[in-house]
C-alpha cells in the first residue's frame, strides 16, 4: 500500500510538471500568434493548435523562409539558409513534420540542368557539360565539315552508322564540338559518357584490387549508347591499357553497333604508331588491330583551326 501511494505521489507529481511544460508552448505560441504573418501561416496548417505549439520555434522559421520566398524575384535574391529552397510543414501520417523544398526559381534551374544527368563524366570537368551548339565558333570555314558532320549526326541519331574520329590541332574545339551534340542529345533523353582518355586510365588502375569496382566502371563504358573517348593518343601507353582495356572497350562497341567519339592531336595514322610502342617494344601488329576497329566505327575528320583557348 505503501509502495501504491508513493507511485500516486509521483504521477501527480509528474502531471505537475507536464502541466507547466504546457503551459510554456502555450505561451510561446501565443506571442508568436502576434506576428500576422506567422497568425496567417499557420491557420493554413490543418493540425490541432495542441500539435502546432510543440513546434512554435521551427514554424517561425518556416514562416519567414516562407516570405522569404514570397517576394524574391530570382535566385540571386534568396535570403534563405539554403538558396533556392525554403523550410515547410508538412503533415505526414496525421504528424507535423518540416522539409526543404526547391522554390520556383530553383525549380527552374533544376529543370534547365536535368539533362546533365544523361551524360557520365570520367576524369572529365563538369563545366564542359555547358557546351552549347548555339555557341559553336562557326566563322573559320576550316570547321564547317566537322560542324556539318556533327549536325547531320545530332539530325539523324540513332539511324547513325558511325561516330567519329575527330584529330587536328590543338585548342581548336574538337572536346567542345563533340559535348555540344552530346549535350543536345541529352536534351532529348540519350544517355552518354565522356571520358578523359589520360586521366581515366589512371583512376581505373586505382580498382586494382577492387574486382566489383572496375567491372562496374568497365560495364559503364562499354555498354553506354553514345560514348566520347576525348584526347586519345596524349596518355602514357603500357600494355595494359592498349590492350585490356582499349581494345576490349572497342570490341564490344563495335559488335554490339554502340556509336563510339574519339578526339586527338594525333591523326589515325599517328595512333597507329603511338599505340604500336610500349616497353615491351614496337608491336604493330596489336596496334593495327585496334586501328581497324576505329576505322570501322567511326568517319575520320582532321580539324585544323585557331587556338580557341589563347583568345
Partial sequence: MVCNMENLKSVIKDMGMNDKIDNTLEKEYNKALKNE??????SKINVPKSVLEKYTSLLEESCTSYNHCKNCKNIMECQNKIKGYAYLPKIVNDKLTFYYRACKH?????DI???KSNITLYQTQANILDANVKSIYSKDAKRLDTIEWLTNFLKNYPDNK???YLHGSFGSGKSYLITAILVELAKKDVKSTIIFWPEFLSELKSYFGDDIGYKRIMYQIKNTPILFIDDIGAENLTVWSRD???CTILQYRMDNNLKTFFSSNLSIDDLEKHLSIT???NEVVKARRIIERIKQMTDDIELISKN???N
Fill in 37 to 42: 504573418e506567422f497568425k496567417e501561416f499557420v
Fill in 106 to 110: 530553383q525549380e527552374k534551374i533544376i
Fill in 113 to 115: 540542368n536535368k539533362y
Fill in 162 to 164: 558511325k561516330g567519329l
Fill in 244 to 246: 585490356e582495356v582499349l
Fill in 279 to 281: 616497353k615491351d617494344g
Fill in 308 to 310: 580557341l583557348r589563347s
